[in-house]
């Protein structure tokens, strides 16, 4: 299990280290500039902001700055939002993001699964069928188009529910962005989870289970679900990144003040500071889940753990 | 009937619509016709009905559809071309270089990649070139993994040692034995990452990252529905629906054609 961890480490710092260069690095060449406006600057005004903001300063030392600052939690300030830095609107947003993702994972993970575990009891089955085929479709759902369409019919058609904003976290408004977000994790992950169960249920452990006459969702729970459930582990990775991705496009159709939002606000206006840090901390993260996916891996697996 | 064969059909009947369905219509994408603004479907001469600024709507979801195929198409060619030669070099060669090839997709594979596109796309500036090019660049890796497998597990056969034992170059084994027998697992995995890519082209459009008006896009459109969608929820259902289906049969049909190929 260490040396698992250990290995693992070993490709993602060096991976983080080459995001946070390289996108540092892109961001310095990129062409047109945060000051760049409709009416152009006068040049001492220009000199000014960039002396303010340390653009006139040597590369190589603009990144030794960057550097310290991101071990102090500093991001630099957002070049948009004038009055905040970047680390208050991480503070601000992150929390609002994290809230979203987790909570469309605690929806699609037992979703998927109780998909998944139906669908295996009987293979090739119309139930079996329809759900898979069900699960494809929401895999492939865009958020971008299931919020638009739930908020037509759930707030503007029936008014059951607020069309936007955060509401202070009420879970009214809550209740569509998650549901938008969840249904493509919930989709690969019952497809996941299918695939496991199916290969697990064919194997001589369980007919063992099943010729000493245990009732069929025993053997489902008992014998059969955490071995199926190996793939499900592997894919929190990329389910993470999924969510943090689908993030974004549901806080900008919800109007939800997440960090998503911040970072499609800086990308459209070139806010190098805020784009930088998004990609950063969210590379991080989707790294902490990698690491927390092959933790779940071994404890599923233990032959794999060697 | 085989499985995959109308997903395909399917695919190919939306394809041709985009493309022969606008040299049809009366209406161009961006023609404005002030005396229907928001007509509802099926109104007289616009048979979708028109956008909040009077659009046809059925001639914008043809063109945006065409747009959408034409940069999945080109980012999806960028990907199988990246992948197959990477996969190949790292698949024949072995041994270190090998693992240093494939240490690098992990790494890659671990990265936010639809936040390194939209990072290309701020620094490089929203052209609709750098859309696809970026997308290709980041969608090869499952590509690579794939074809690399198949490396491996075809250099040992004995028509390619046999081909070594004639004298045959690299080079020469690797277009003339290894490209053909790569071609069926390439094609399969083209076809389940022009769903991949069609997903972040519309999800860039969407936010205003990817294609640029005056042109459109299903993302775009979808976009634009979403905003008008109250006072006509056509603008909204019917890109959206072109979209969720070209997405379910192209993956429907890649699925079909990898499990007959790879049971």
Redo the contacts between chains.
Sequence with gaps: MRAILVRRMM??L??MA??ILL?FL??R????GPFDAERPLDPATRAALAHAYGLDRPLIEQLGRYLLGLAQGDFGPSLVYRDFSVGDLVRQGLPVSLTLGGLALAVALPLGIAAGALAAMRPGGWVDRVLMLAA??AT???S??T???L??VFA?LLGWLPVSGWGGGDPRHLLLPVIALALPTAGAIARLARAGLATTLAQDHVRTARARGLSEGRILLRHALRPALVPVASYV?PAA?GL??GA??VE??FALPGLGRY??QG??N?D?PL?LA??IL??GL??LF?LIADLLYGWLDPRAAG | MRPGVLPLAIVAGIALAAILGPLLLPWSYDAIDWSAVRAPPLSPGHLLGTDAVGRDLLARTLAGTRVTLAVAGAAAGVALAIGTLWGMIAGWCGGRIDEAMM?IV??LY???????V????????RSIVLVFAGIGAVEWLTMARVVRGEVLHLRHRPFILAAEAAGAGTSAIMTRHLLPNLAGVAIAYLLLTV?QVV?VE??LS????GVQEPMTSL?IL??D??ED??VA?AT??VP?AV??TL??AL??AGEALRDRLAP
């Design positions: 490709t993602a060096p991976t080459a995001v996108s892109l961001m060449v990129a062409p047109g494809t479709i492939l759902l865009p971008f188009v919020g638009p369409l908020v037509l503007l990775g990144a943090l991705t974004v496009v900008t159709v970072f499609v990308a459209l070139r190098y784009v998004v990609v969210y590379a989707i790294l990698n | 240490r992990d790494a671990a990265l936010p990649f639809m936040f390194v939209i990072l290309l796309m701020v620094v490089f500036g769903p997903m519309s999800f969407f936010l205003g990252l993302g979808v976009h529905g979403a969608m109250d929820a909204l259902l959206g979209l969720v997405l379910v993956t429907r």
